[in-house]
């Protein structure tokens, strides 16, 4: 007989507020991540952004500084936020999953890919982030993230370029990850990628624009 499923909601503060979240999210047991991570990664940012950013889950250099985004997909990131004309200052940034999960190469801890069970133990965390947030936009970078904020297996391309609705944010724009355009063994279409992914940003740039006429 199995036990009760483990979440991340069973460690939440009395008290939702970022702050009260990142200090309880730092002890979360509610999946096995934890066990080979070096710390939780919780979101950061403006507190009544009105864009939250969430990506997959921590890199291993965020791993290590306890800070989402500040790897080379953080770097990819932050050049296109400029381009686009959005301030990182005034957005939120987090991970669907707040623990590094990774496996041994050589001397490197390479990145695994989340399974469903770990996105889903994970899931209260992201949605208490939003809740409290209260974005106007939230944008998902990447499979991992969509699967999160729509609860289901989705297929970004199959979303992406125009706002949808969902149980946990009114309004979601889907992208791709930063570390997608950097996977790319060609720079001609890192190029290409970056650019759209540029596009994307600036698209969700106008809509808010539109919104606030």
Wanted: overall charge positive; aromatic content about 8%; some cysteine.
């Amino acid at each position: 007989m199995r036990g009760p499923a483990r979440s991340a909601a069973q460690f939440f503060p009395a008290t939702l507020t970022i702050p009260h979240l990142q200090e309880a999210a730092a002890s979360c047991t509610g999946c096995d991540l934890y066990q080979r991570a070096t710390q939780t990664v919780f979101g950061e940012g403006a507190f009544q952004a009105t864009v939250v950013f969430v990506g997959e889950q921590p890199g291993d250099q965020e791993d290590q500084a306890g800070h989402p985004f500040v790897g080379p997909a953080g770097k990819i990131l932050d050049k296109a936020l400029t381009e686009a004309g959005i301030a990182r200052r005034d957005v939120y940034v987090t991970n669907a999953v707040k623990h590094f999960k990774w496996e041994p190469q050589g001397k490197r801890r390479k990145h695994k890919k989340p399974s469903a069970a770990e996105i889903a133990a994970c899931r209260p965390w992201l949605e208490a982030e939003v809740q409290v947030v209260q974005p106007r936009v939230v944008v998902c970078l990447g499979v991992t993230a969509a699967q999160s904020v729509f609860g289901k297996v989705v297929r970004v391309n199959e979303l992406r370029g125009r706002p949808w609705s969902t149980p946990m944010a009114q309004t979601v724009f889907v992208t791709a990850h930063p570390s997608a355009i950097l996977r790319h063994p060609e720079a001609a279409q890192r190029e290409e990628e970056y650019r759209r992914f540029v596009e994307d940003l600036k698209r969700i740039r106008r809509f808010l624009q539109a919104e606030a006429a």
